[in-house]
């Protein structure tokens, strides 16, 4: 019988977060098997090019006295787990130790477990707190009264200096405005129930999870999603009530936070899923909290493998569709030259380029697809401290766009749209890929 093969040519498979052991929050423990890890990672460094942590970790090794990891002192560990945004990229695409390799290299579940060990231990700034709390921010800055008197202050660079002096928000990184009419309002004529035509894997009617971002503050591709859906025979209702997925709190290693927001959703979820409705959302973020860190913070929880196994990506969905000849091709209008930022959370739900696929459909259509991280990651980008390095992040994205000269410039992710826009300082204003594909329809 041939054993193990060598690297990473088995598919990566992911353990189960053991979050709720003790041990887990052991710190002496920790630091053991960062080091084990870390020493794995110098004698490869595969993934240097991925994100700041690699860099962070290799110069703290050739900078020390043994210029191997035993000379990397303990305290100085954070500095790696504070530049890593668990895009999971290294795990799914680069390192060639991951189970079920015998080293079992997980640096992604190591520094959430490294994260949620500290906020244990020391909890969160008020910044960090509030910029993950995209509930509270919602419910009080996106109305009439108060979304135009905070869009304003945004804008003006005095009070973008007094909020990086108060805060740490740096001045100068992209933030999204609030609206006054969210997106649930917006969908909240859509039917609570209908039929659907079922093809292959999918249902044929969708439940959309808003997510706070495209609810609270760009909620304009929500509506595009219902149209795109409707055009091609497939209903579309919204979740009857939702709370943040949980992403922003996992992120900051608040795994209890997580807890709370998996016990709002996914009861609604999981009865939406068995009256009939497949489920999506326009933030692969989200998509991902969904199909993957829930379900591995919660492998026992029937309802979270339910949901988990009826959530798509919307490109995903239209795919899957469209193999069983259920895509509608009528497209009205080419979209010229498209430089599409495809999205780190979407790449790593291991589905293939489902955007670049219906992309790809629509005549007169010229994609530059640019698989690189932005450097946003949510709440990364617009933190004093880490600001410059985000913008070093985008910069080959941005001259990647620059060189096509593009008519158009999309993301899955929308943040990531806007960081590359707002680092480009010209050309085109960035736009979800649902609404291209919208235009495309011409509905």
């Not at 290799?58 to 305290?75: N, Q």
């Not at 992209?174 to 909240?188: A, D, F, G, H, I």
């Not at 709370?243 to 290693?253: R, S, T, Y």
């Not at 008519?407 to 979800?432: F, K, N, T, V, Y």
Request: glycine share 6%.
């Amino acid at each position: 019988m041939a054993g193990p093969r060598e690297g990473n040519l088995e598919a990566p498979t992911r353990h189960p977060l053991d979050w709720r052991n003790p041990d887990f929050y052991d710190e002496a423990s920790l630091l053991k098997e960062m080091e084990r890890v870390f020493d794995i990672c110098h004698g490869c460094r595969r993934c240097v090019s991925l994100c700041q942590s690699f860099p962070v970790l290799f110069d703290l090794v050739d900078e020390s006295e043994t210029m191997e990891v035993d000379g990397v002192a303990k305290a100085d560990y954070w500095k790696v787990v504070d530049q890593c945004y668990l895009c999971d990229l290294c795990y799914m695409t680069k390192c060639p130790y991951v189970p079920p390799h015998e080293w079992n290299c997980d640096l992604p579940h190591l520094m959430l477990r490294a994260k949620a060990v500290r906020h244990k231990k020391e909890g969160a700034n008020f910044r960090d707190r509030t910029l993950t709390s995209t509930d509270l921010m919602g419910a009080l800055v996106a109305n009439p009264v108060v979304a135009p008197l905070a869009n304003a202050a945004n804008r003006s660079e005095k009070l973008r200096g007094v909020l990086d002096r108060a805060m740490g928000v740096h001045p100068k990184a992209w933030v999204p405005e609030y609206t006054t009419n969210k997106l649930r309002n917006r969908l909240s004529a859509l039917p609570a129930d209908t039929k659907g035509e079922p093809a292959g894997r999918t249902t044929g009617k969708i439940a959309l999870f808003a997510t706070c971002y495209m609810n609270a503050n760009e909620p304009a591709p929500g509506e595009d999603l219902v149209a795109v859906f409707e055009h091609n025979g497939i209903p579309v209702t919204i979740a009857q009530k939702e709370k943040c997925c949980g992403m922003p709190k996992l992120e900051l290693g608040d795994l209890e936070a997580v807890q709370r927001a998996r016990d709002e959703n996914i009861p609604t979820l999981a009865k939406l899923v068995d009256e009939g409705w497949d489920l999506t959302a326009l933030v692969p973020s989200c998509v991902l909290m969904f199909k993957q860190e829930l379900p591995l913070m919660f492998p026992e929880d029937k309802d979270v493998q339910k949901v988990r196994a009826a959530f798509f990506d919307p490109f995903e969905y239209l795919m899957l569709r469209h193999k069983d000849g259920k895509l509608k091709t009528d497209f009205r209008n080419g979209l010229g030259k498209v430089a599409y930022h495809a999205a780190c959370h979407q790449r790593v739900q291991n589905i293939g380029p489902k955007t670049k696929e219906i992309l790809s459909l629509i005549p007169d259509t010229t994609l530059e697809i640019i698989e690189r991280c932005s450097g946003h990651d949510g709440t990364y980008a617009v933190k004093t401290e880490f600001h410059d390095l985000a913008m070093k992040i985008v910069r080959p994205v941005v001259a990647r766009v620059n060189a096509v000269e593009p008519d158009r410039l999309s993301s899955d992710c929308a943040m990531a749209g806007h960081h590359i826009a707002h680092a480009r300082a010209q050309g085109c204003a960035p736009e979800h890929p649902i609404t291209l594909l919208r235009k495309a329809y011409g509905v």
